[in-house]
C-alpha cells in the first residue's frame, strides 16, 4: 500500500510514515512562548486614534432620534459617526458573490433588531475620551416586541425583524423560502420499516471566545491609500466588503494580516475593518478600533441556534432507510453566513450513511438575536 502510494502521490509525499506516533512541533509555537509573534495590535502608530462604538440596549426598538452633540463637544472627541456617514450603509458578506441581498447596517439608522447593535461610533484621542464622550450621547428608542423563537418567527402576524425579508426567512434565488431535498420515496420507506424513530434537537448559539476579540488598527498611506492591520481570517472578503461599504476600489486598500489569536470561523465578517478605515479617511489618522469582551459576546457573531426534527425509518440488521428532517437555522436579525449554513446542512442530511430514501425542508429564519455565522463544521456538524 505504500509503494503504491508512492507511485500515485510521488511529488506529493515522500515518507515512510515515520511522523505517525512521534510529537510534531507547531509552526507557531516558538513565536507564541517568546513572546515574537505578531498580532495586529502590536503596529504602533503614531497619533493613534480610538473608535468606541455606543450600542443597543435593546433587543428589537424603534430609533426616534439621536443626539450626539454634547459628545461632539466632549474633550478629545475628533468625530462622532451615524449611519448617514457611511457611503454605503447596508452589506451582507455573500453579496461579495452575488448571493443573497444587502440587509445589514454598518450602523443602524431606523431601527435596532438585537441588543449590541452598533449605532453610534465616537473617534477621540484616547480610549478613555471616547469612553467618555459614548456615555454623552441621547437615544430616543421606542421600544418592540421582540422574538426569539424561530418558529415563532415563520408564523403569519409575526413581527417583521429583517424589513429586507419581511416574511422573517431567508429567501434563496429571491424566489424560495427554503432548501429542499427529495431523493428516494420516503413515505412508502417509512411504511416498510421495522421502526420509526423521532426527535426533536435543539442547539443554542455557540461564542467563539477567542483569546483575542475581534479588532482592526487603519491609518493613511501614502497615494491616497489605506493600511489595514486585521484579525480576520477571510482577509479577502474582508478587502471586498470593506471596499464595498465605504464605495472604494478595493486597490486603495492595503491589508495585511498575520497571526489570529483564535478565530474558529468567528473573524470573517468584518466587524471592524470598515469603520476604522472610515475612521482614517474622515480624521487623516490612524484608528484603532477594537472590541473588548462585553462587546465581543455581544457583537462578534456565534454560531447560530439550530432546531432540528429528525424521522428515521429503520430496519432490524441496523440500516437506515428513510431520513426527513425539517430544520430552523437561526440566523439572528441579520443573515451574515446562516443561509450558507442552510446549504451546506441540506448537502450533508443523510450524514456518514447511505440511506436511499431521503428528504429534507431547511429554513433560515429571522429573530432578534444577534446575526450567526460560521462556527467550524457549523450546518454539518
Known sequence: MLE?????????????????????????????????????????FEGLLHLKVVRSPHHHARIRAIDVAAAERAPGVKKVLRGANVPVNKNTLLSLINF?????????????????????????DSEAAALAARKLVRIDYEPLLPVFDVEE??????????????????????????????????????????????????????????TETNGTIAAPEHNDRY???????????????????????????????????????????????????????????????????????LYGSPRGAERIYVKDGLMRDGRIIARHIRSYFDAGAYTRLSSYAAIKCTAHVPGPYWIPNVSSDIYVAYTTRCPSTAMRGFGVT
Not at 509525499?13 to 507564541?32: E, W
Not at 478595493?250 to 472610515?278: C, M, Q, Y
Open 153 to 210: 418567527a415563520l408564523k403569519p402576524g409575526a413581527p417583521v425583524i429583517n424589513d429586507i425579508y419581511p416574511g422573517n426567512y431567508f429567501e434563496y434565488h429571491e424566489r424560495f423560502d427554503h432548501q429542499k431535498l427529495r431523493f428516494g420515496d420516503v413515505e412508502r420507506a417509512f411504511a416498510q420499516a421495522d421502526l420509526v424513530v423521532e426527535e426533536r434537537y435543539q442547539m443554542s448559539p455557540i461564542e467563539h471566545a477567542p
Open 4 to 44: 503504491m502510494r508512492k507511485d500515485i502521490f510521488a511529488d506529493e509525499r515522500d515518507d515512510n510514515l515515520n511522523v505517525v506516533g512521534k510529537g510534531v512541533q507547531r509552526q507557531d509555537m516558538p513565536g507564541h512562548v517568546t513572546a515574537r509573534s505578531r498580532f495586529f495590535d502590536d503596529h504602533a
Open 100 to 124: 443573497g441581498k444587502d440587509d445589514e447596517p454598518t450602523l443602524a439608522v431606523d431601527k435596532v433588531r438585537y441588543k449590541g447593535e452598533p449605532v453610534v461610533a465616537i473617534i477621540a
Open 227 to 297: 493600511v489595514v492591520h486585521s484579525c480576520a481570517q477571510g482577509l479577502f472578503f474582508s478587502l471586498g466588503t470593506t471596499a464595498k461599504i465605504l464605495n472604494l476600489e478595493s486597490n486603495r486598500l492595503h491589508f495585511i494580516g498575520g497571526t489570529v489569536g483564535g478565530g474558529f470561523g468567528g473573524k470573517v465578517d468584518s466587524l471592524t475593518e470598515p469603520l476604522a478605515v472610515l475612521g482614517a479617511m474622515l480624521t487623516g489618522r490612524p484608528v484603532r478600533y477594537v472590541l473588548d469582551r462585553e462587546e465581543e459576546m
